[in-house]
Antibody, heavy 119, light 104 residues
Framework: QVQLVQSGAEVKKPGASVKVSCKAS????????LIWVRQATGQGLEWMGW????????GYAQRFQGRVTMTRNTSLNTAYMELTGLRYEDTAVFYC????????????WGQGTTVTVSS | DIQMTQSPSSLSAFVGDRVTITCRASQYIGTSLNWYQQKPGKAPNLLIYDSSLLQTGVPSRFSGSGSGTDFTLTISSLQPEDFATYYCQQSYNMLTFGPGTRVD
């Protein structure tokens, strides 16, 4: 079945970087954009950016510009999101999601990856 | 950036109630509005896309309407499994989520 499987939980120190992976299966990886969303504990959903797995083109939300990089490995059907300069407020669950073109609705989501920033 | 607001931020309801949640965009977004349901500890689930289209597999008690700047999600008869947080999301210009509406 169509699914996105993310890498496991991470604990990082302030200032460090984290790289979360998102492996797609059950569909053609390059046909759908991938979105990354952050959700701090008890908070709402925050869009971080998008990536076109076919071209590698990306677009990032302004508040994450300069700190986030989204990449992919098409031979592994896997997308990656790297966030640098981690701050305590980056402690959150990070989701990848598949975006249906035209309407840009996210119809398939990964299970989420918890990143804890702690000294 | 397009800002999204939702009202109410939370509501209390009973099984069988008709529930309406409103979402407003800070500028025109046509019908580029999607709705998600999220339960604690789980990823969001797409309910409605393009303002009024029901995602495959979503019960017909969910419906959406609106265009321009004002949108509505309606649950015609609340079921026990519908107690959750609901988010709207615009896709007209980049992406923005609303702050969420908790239904308990």
């Amino acid at each position: 079945q169509v699914q996105l499987v993310q890498s496991g939980a991470e604990v990082k120190k302030p200032g460090a970087s984290v790289k979360v992976s998102c492996k797609a299966s059950g569909y053609t990886f390059t046909r759908y954009d991938l979105i990354w969303v952050r959700q701090a504990t008890g908070q709402g959903l925050e869009w971080m950016g998008w990536m076109n797995p076919n071209s590698g083109n990306t677009g990032y939300a302004q508040r994450f510009q300069g700190r986030v990089t989204m990449t992919r490995n098409t031979s592994l059907n896997t997308a990656y999101m790297e966030l640098t300069g981690l701050r305590y407020e980056d402690t959150a669950v990070f989701y990848c999601a598949r975006a249906v073109q035209a309407v840009y609705a996210m119809d398939v989501w990964g299970q989420g990856t918890t990143v804890t920033v702690s000294s | 950036d397009i800002q999204m607001t939702q009202s109410p931020s939370s509501l209390s309801a009973f099984v069988g109630d008709r529930v309406t949640i409103t979402c407003r965009a800070s500028q025109y977004i046509g019908t580029s509005l999607n709705w998600y349901q999220q339960k604690p500890g789980k990823a969001p689930n797409l309910l409605i896309y393009d303002s009024s289209l029901l995602q495959t597999g979503v019960p017909s008690r969910f419906s959406g309407s609106g265009s321009g700047t004002d949108f509505t999600l309606t649950i015609s008869s609340l079921q026990p499994e519908d107690f959750a947080t609901y988010y709207c999301q615009q896709s007209y210009n980049m992406l923005t989520f609303g702050p969420g509406t908790r239904v308990d």
